[in-house]
């Protein structure tokens, strides 16, 4: 039944307020094989056998950028169901995390060049594109979107 086949996606979203200005927290991918070299959201990653999407948002923020995050204070954004005519299913879910305790640092430093903090209205021109248009998803409101490739 491989044609039944789908793979869920977390997408935490850190943003803070500094001298008036809302900004994100971005990670520039290294090594991964997918879309190397340009930023993404920090702390992103695949929901794990037998765990929820909040969950893994915990793991994720945990094992890739050293913060701990409760599961309260995850919250539900945006869903992308995207189909690929090779017949892949992707459904990317991306949550705003309110709050976490500790400093986000690179903890993987094979999959991340580089972490920082970009106002929204001057995000990096070379961040993932499906990226950059589910972040103008989320602050729109838009709770869904789909695309097939």
Same mark, same amino acid.
């Given at each position: 039944?491989?044609?039944? #086949?789908?793979?869920?996606a977390v997408f935490?979203i +850190?943003l803070? &307020?500094?001298?008036?200005?809302r900004?994100i927290l +971005?990670?520039?991918?290294?090594n &991964?094989g %997918?879309? =190397?070299?340009k930023?993404?959201?920090?702390?992103?990653?695949?929901v794990d056998?037998?765990? &929820?999407?909040?969950? *893994?948002? *915990?793991?994720?923020?945990?094992?890739?950028?050293?913060?701990?995050?409760a599961? !309260? /204070?995850?919250? %539900?954004r945006? +869903?992308?169901? #995207? *189909?690929?005519a090779?017949? #892949?299913t992707?459904? =990317?879910?991306?949550f705003?995390?309110?709050?976490? @305790?500790? *400093?986000?640092?690179? #903890?993987e430093p094979q999959?991340?060049?580089a972490?920082?903090?970009? @106002?929204? /209205?001057?995000l990096?021109?070379d961040?993932?594109?499906?990226?950059?248009?589910?972040? %103008? !998803?989320?602050?729109?409101?838009c709770?869904y979107?789909?695309? +097939?490739?």
């Amino acid at each position: 039944m491989d044609h039944f #086949r789908s793979y869920s996606a977390v997408f935490p979203i +850190l943003l803070c &307020t500094r001298d008036g200005r809302r900004q994100i927290l +971005l990670h520039r991918r290294e090594n &991964t094989g %997918f879309m =190397d070299g340009k930023w993404d959201f920090a702390g992103s990653g695949h929901v794990d056998e037998g765990e &929820t999407a909040k969950m *893994a948002v *915990a793991r994720e923020c945990k094992e890739e950028l050293g913060i701990e995050v409760a599961l !309260q /204070d995850v919250q %539900f954004r945006h +869903l992308s169901h #995207r *189909a690929s005519a090779g017949g #892949r299913t992707y459904y =990317d879910i991306y949550f705003e995390v309110l709050r976490y @305790d500790g *400093a986000p640092e690179i #903890r993987e430093p094979q999959k991340s060049s580089a972490l920082c903090w970009f @106002d929204l /209205d001057s995000l990096p021109p070379d961040m993932i594109p499906v990226r950059r248009e589910a972040l %103008f !998803q989320v602050l729109s409101g838009c709770p869904y979107s789909e695309s +097939l490739e």
